[in-house]
């Protein structure tokens, strides 16, 4: 894991299918009051992954400001988490 990921405190919520970009306007939109059901149709994706999403997210300590840290683009996050083990249905090369 890089430093740059380690000092941004987000390890918790990595996972190689989602990005800054994407948790903020989740974020955003939920803040807004809009349904998590529209919120997965505007950003195509599953309503119970995006419910999901949603629920790791608010629980993180000064969410928002990490992210910003972090870098807001639409880079997915790497494919290791905070313990150094690749997410389900990530194949290591040989």
């Given at each position: 894991?890089?430093?740059r990921n380690r000092q941004h405190g987000l390890q918790s919520i990595f996972h190689p299918h989602w990005s800054p970009a994407v948790d903020s306007q989740l974020l955003t939109l939920r803040d807004q009051g809009v349904s998590l059901d529209r919120?997965?149709?505007?950003l195509m994706r599953q309503p119970k992954a995006v419910?999901?999403?949603w629920h790791r997210l608010r629980v993180v300590a000064g969410i928002r400001e990490k992210l910003r840290s972090f870098?807001?683009?639409y880079s997915e996050y790497p494919a290791e988490n905070s313990d150094g083990f690749?997410?389900?249905?990530?194949?290591?090369a040989p």
């Open positions: 894991m890089t430093a919120i997965a149709m505007a419910e999901q999403r870098g807001s683009d690749r997410q389900r249905g990530e194949v290591s």
